[in-house]
């Protein structure tokens, strides 16, 4: 039997499943087509997400754009690997 969905994960799912974030995503992903981290290390890398910088549980805008960033997978997987191991070590982005 499926684990019922927590309250977070149905916010999450509210957000990213509804028509107003898959406009914002597509809007952000064509103003900035390549991954930001990449960009900032000199690679030239093709953007699939639209992350937020300051999670939304955390107080961060959904719909701002200056809350968010074009990542690639990898970028987007390490990124989220990282604040992951933070919140267990108590750090700042707990």
């Given amino acids: 039997m499926p684990k019922p969905l927590s309250k977070r994960d149905k916010v999450r799912d509210k957000v990213y499943e509804g028509m107003q974030w898959r406009k914002f995503r597509k809007e952000k992903l064509m103003v900035d087509p390549l991954c930001e981290e990449c960009k900032r290390n ?5 953007a699939s997400v639209v992350d937020h910088i ?6 961060g805008e959904v719909y701002s754009m200056n809350n968010v960033q074009s990542l ?3 970028c ?9 191991a933070d919140r267990r070590e108590g750090g700042a982005n707990c």
Avoid: F, L, M
């Fill in 76 to 84: 987007h997987a390490r990124k989220s690997s990282n604040e992951r």
């Fill in 72 to 74: 690639c997978k990898p």
């Fill in 54 to 59: 300051e999670r939304i549980k955390d107080g």
């Fill in 42 to 46: 000199n690679r030239v890398v093709e």
